[in-house]
Nanobody, 117 residues
Framework: QVQLVESGGGLVQPGGSLRLSCATSESIFSRYTLGWYRQAPGKQRELVADITNRGSTRYADSVKGRFTISRDNAKNTVYLQMDSLKPEDTAVYYC???????????WGKGTLVTVSS
């Protein structure tokens, strides 16, 4: 069973920072594109950022310049460093693993990020 274990969410003031982590197995980490999605109340789930197994990244326009996605190959973990957080970043953040060869997606359980003063 594929597991994506997220951590790092919480409450932060506007302008603050948080780092999300998502740990998985080596077989998933080395073969899949890993990413972060978010879903705010009443809104659809949207891509925040993702990173391929070769290190190519892409970001939603709304987070470019503020968020950074990275991979730690030794720990089979993907990170999302979130800086200059805004209230509109408040959402449940989900880790995703997407196969590049087959229509397969795996999801974590989600971690809540709340940006509020």
């Amino acid at each position: 069973q594929v597991q994506l274990v997220e951590s790092g969410g919480g409450l932060v003031q506007p302008g603050g920072s948080l780092r999300l982590s998502c740990a998985t197995s080596e077989s998933i980490f080395s073969r899949y594109t890993l990413g972060w999605y978010r879903q705010a109340p009443g809104k659809q789930r949207e891509l925040v950022a993702d990173i391929t197994n070769r290190g190519s990244t892409r970001y939603a326009d709304s987070v470019k310049g503020r968020f950074t996605i990275s991979r730690d190959n030794a720990k089979n973990t993907v990170y999302l460093q979130m800086d200059s957080l805004k209230p509109e970043d408040t959402a449940v953040y989900y880790c995703n693993a997407r196969s590049v060869s087959f229509p397969i997606n795996y999801w974590g359980k989600g971690t809540l990020v709340t940006v509020s003063s």
